[in-house]
């Protein structure tokens, strides 16, 4: 049984997937792991594949969610999108990536293009 906070995890999520399919974006895969890192969404955006990471706080006190994404935290989805890259074009260049971020704060979604680089 999921708890409260596993639950909005998942909901945040969904709302997250469904602005950026909204947006014409086609999902690919949900919560990619690799050694402690995490990718909660990733898409296609034409021929770009688009890793999205998902923050979401009930208030924007304290930089609000997107600034809640440290460069830790950067580093372990780059490395992740580095290895599930690793794994589904073994052979194969591969495509052109970007980082995105979704920001949840209360009701209000932000979604930010190219936020890190990796």
Known sequence: MPSPTQRQGADSERQAQTLLCGRGLQLVARNVRWR???IDLILRDGERLVFVEVRQRSRADW???AASIG???QRRVIL???WWLS????NQDWPECRFD??????ARLQWLQDAFSG
């Open 80 to 82: 992740t999108a580095q």
């Open 71 to 73: 460069s830790a935290k």
């Open 63 to 65: 930089g609000g969610a």
């Open 36 to 38: 402690g890192g995490e």
């Open 101 to 106: 971020v979704v920001a949840i704060d209360g």
């Open 87 to 90: 794994r589904h074009f073994r």
